[in-house]
């Protein structure tokens, strides 16, 4: 029996990685710690919420007493923490929460993970999850490596960067058997709406305009987010202590040629004539140092652990774009209320 620690587990990734560990570990435990911000949403387990071996937290991981009691009330065996702010545009407004949850958040697990297993580390593991943007941009050409030195340019990626250090200094300083990965930008059902596909899906269906950032040409490396969570699973399990792997769908899409293809998709699902949402199409202000291309190397995963994406862009996209349009309620649900107020303050005036 192992009890497994999954933070941010109600929010889009997190959510992917609950499930496959639920169903395919019976004997495993798994505790889902979130604080359900704007981004949880526990909607989005409502398919194994009822199993046995699934149990919800809710707590802050900045909170420190708290997070220390719950590690010596639970005795974890292992984290995998996804738990963040995560949206860039976000921590350019306010990078305080950025700070809060992505760094001190991260150093508090770590705190309490250290504490509670006391040096003995057999069978144990601290897994964090990562994004390739702590890497900073590339040019036209080259891709990350999991050598290639952090150099983050928004709020959001540096926050992300100074929790990735602090991971790697308890694994060089105390022992403790961590491992980080690095993932490109992930598409899939759950993604709540503020992220570009899931945006402007609900755009398209609504006839509303499509802010296109700058001139629509920074380039983004997509991965189905199941390959993710299947990465993740085999990472956890496999990967030595102290080793980090770069995660990514080798799958590079200029931003205007991925809205182009989603309004492809679109308009043909929605029974209108080909092209008639290329009018929505809307540029806008840039956002403010925005990384022009993102693309990983996944070598060393491909080679070290046998893992490739195996959802080819053109399925993983169909079945994305009918997963929003089947779950109308869903979509309704998150985008009432404070989402309203927040894309007022993102875009109004851009
Ligand atoms: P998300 O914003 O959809 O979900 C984040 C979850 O964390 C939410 O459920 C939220 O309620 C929870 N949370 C936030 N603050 C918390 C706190 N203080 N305490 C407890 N829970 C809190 O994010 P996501 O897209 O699922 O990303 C998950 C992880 O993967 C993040 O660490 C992110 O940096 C990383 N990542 C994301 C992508 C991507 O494309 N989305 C790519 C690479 C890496
Ligand atoms: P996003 O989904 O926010 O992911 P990230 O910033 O983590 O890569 O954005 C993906 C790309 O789409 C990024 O280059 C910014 C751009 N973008 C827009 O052009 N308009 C938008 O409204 C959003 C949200 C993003």
Redesign the pocket.
């Known amino acids: 029996m192992k009890k497994i620690l999954i933070t941010g587990g109600a929010g889009f990734i997190g959510n992917h990685v609950v499930r496959r560990f639920v169903n395919k570990y019976p004997d495993y435990e798994i505790y889902n710690l979130d604080s359900l911000t704007y981004a949880g949403n526990l909607e989005n387990l409502t398919d194994i919420d009822k199993k046995p071996n699934y149990h919800f937290i809710k707590g802050d991981i900045a909170d420190q007493e708290f997070i220390m009691n719950l590690f010596q009330e639970y005795q974890f065996d292992g984290v995998i923490h996804l738990a963040a702010e995560s949206?860039?545009?976000r921590s350019i407004k306010d990078p305080m929460t950025f700070v809060h949850t992505n760094v001190l958040g991260t150093v508090h697990l770590l705190n309490a993970a250290r504490t509670i297993w006391n040096g003995n580390w057999e069978g144990k593991k601290y897994y964090q999850i990562s994004t390739d943007?702590v890497y900073g941009a590339l040019g036209d050409t080259g891709s990350f490596k999991e050598t290639t030195p952090y150099n983050p340019h928004s709020p959001y990626s540096a926050a992300k960067a100074s929790a990735d250090h602090f991971v790697r200094a308890y694994h060089d300083t105390y022992g403790m058997p961590t491992v980080v990965s690095n993932c490109s930008?992930n598409y899939g059902p759950y993604q709540f709406p503020?992220?570009?596909?899931p945006?402007f899906i609900n755009n398209i269906k609504n006839n509303k305009p499509l802010?296109?950032?700058g001139k629509?040409i920074?380039v983004?490396d997509w991965l189905y987010v199941e390959d993710h969570a299947e990465a993740i699973d085999l990472i956890f399990h496999e990967a030595k202590p102290g080793e980090t792997y770069n995660i990514g769908g080798n799958n590079e899409w200029r931003?205007i040629d991925l809205i182009k293809k989603l309004i492809e998709i679109m308009d043909r699902k929605l029974g209108r004539p080909e092209g008639t949402s290329l009018q929505l199409i809307t540029y806008v202000t840039d956002?403010a140092g925005?990384d022009l291309r993102?693309a990983i190397d996944p070598t060393k995963i491909k080679n070290e652990l046998g893992w490739e994406p195996k959802v080819k862009f053109a399925e993983g996209f169909e079945k994305t774009v009918d997963w929003y349009l089947a779950n109308e309620e869903w979509f309704n649900h998150v985008t009432s209320g404070a989402y309203v107020e927040y894309y007022k303050k993102m875009y109004e005036g851009r």
Request: aromatic content about 10%; overall charge neutral; hydrophobic content about 25%.
């Open positions: 949206h860039v545009d943007e930008n503020e992220k570009l596909i945006l802010p296109v950032y629509g920074n983004r931003n956002r925005h993102y």
